[in-house]
């Protein structure tokens, strides 16, 4: 009587579990929204309605921070003799973007993880096609790339990842950053974005990814330092090495009390080289020379700095000010490139 009973709660819950199936569209659980749909095949976890409305930031208007309006920060005096070369983001932090961030930043959500991590590759590739192009063109003009979703699956296997569809425009130089307006070059826009694959050439890649720290108090908290994970994961889809560079010596992200100057204070002292790691830093530039003893004198050490959200630039150009003054200081030439996830 007992196993009967059994047997026929057991029928009941196939039953209903198959009926389930049948009436539920097909595709599995998004992610973001939370509905049944068809996943994109481009962006880990999401439908394909999340994945359009990724604000990709399309074209850039301040070559210096890489921000898609214009930029009247980076025209302020003191913001002119910034530590990094330029910065580039891979969205614009809207509502959305705030929301997917802070799921996997402040609430562990472990899954947001390769989401976000291909967003940071997919902006990657673009930063590394624009300063491969301009690297090629660089008697005047740089080149700002556009994003779309219509994209090939972020692979991490795939070395290096296949770059994105892009298209082109000349825009000024990059000294007349802060309100360059975007001008369209015809014939740059009809280049076909696969030519590129068709004829590859040397892209420009880091000699190391590096993130921005957070305090000891934050990772206990937290358990993990989003910038860190972003780092590692875009460093082992595209190969490059991680170096642990720098410590967070002070918390900065409850100033609000202080001034503006007291903050720009504080940031200053927040950051340290950690000890120990300019060695790995001489092994690696000895290495790049190395492969380019004529230029040797003339090939800085090229380090990729990252972090998720790009707000003034301050917590980027004093963690950049801190590597540029230790390897000075050991007579290693280095510059300082940013990426980040979102621009606010
Ligand atoms: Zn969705
Ligand atoms: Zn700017």
């Known amino acids: 009587m007992f196993n009967q009973l059994n047997n026929i709660t057991d029928f009941v819950h196939q039953l209903s579990h198959r009926i389930h199936n049948l009436l539920a569209p097909p595709g599995a659980t998004c992610l973001t929204c939370g509905t049944r749909a068809a996943l994109s095949p481009t962006y880990p976890g999401i439908c394909t309605r999340c994945a359009q409305q990724i604000p990709w930031i399309r074209s850039i208007r301040c070559l210096r921070c890489g921000r898609a309006i214009g930029c009247p920060d980076c025209s302020r005096p003191h913001m002119a003799n910034r530590s990094f070369i330029c910065n580039r983001s891979a969205v614009q932090y809207n509502a959305l973007m705030k929301e997917w961030i802070g799921m996997y930043k402040f609430r562990g959500h472990e899954r947001y993880a390769p989401l976000l991590t291909s967003l940071l590759i997919q902006a990657f590739q673009a930063m590394s096609e624009e300063l491969s192009l301009v690297a090629e063109n660089e008697t005047q003009a740089s080149v700002v790339y556009s994003a779309t979703s219509a994209l090939p699956p972020v692979d991490a296997s795939i070395h ?27 014939q740059a826009a009809n280049r076909d974005p696969k030519s590129l694959l068709q004829n590859p050439k040397p892209r420009w890649r880091p000699d190391a990814v590096t993130y921005v720290p957070v305090s ?62 300019m060695d790995t830093l001489r092994y690696l530039y000895i290495d790049k020379a190395g492969s380019n003893s004529v230029r040797a004198h003339s090939c800085p050490l090229q380090l990729l700095l990252i972090d998720d959200i790009y707000t003034t630039g301050s917590t980027l150009d004093a963690c950049g000010r801190v590597i540029l003054n230790a390897t000075v200081s050991s007579d290693i030439p280095v510059e300082i490139y940013t990426l980040t996830l979102a621009r606010s």
Do not use: W
């Open 216 to 277: 000891n108090e934050r990772l206990a908290e937290r358990g993990f330092n989003q910038a860190e994970r972003l780092a590692t994961g875009l460093a082992a889809a595209c190969r490059l090495p991680v170096v642990d560079l720098l410590q967070r010596r002070i918390n900065t992200t409850k100033q609000s009390f202080k001034t503006r100057s007291e903050r720009i204070e504080t940031m200053k002292e927040a950051f340290s080289i950690s000890p120990s790691v």
């Open 160 to 186: 290096p990842p296949s770059p994105r569809a892009s298209t082109y425009a000349r825009v000024q130089p990059l000294d007349a950053h802060a309100s360059a307006a975007v001008r369209t070059n015809p």
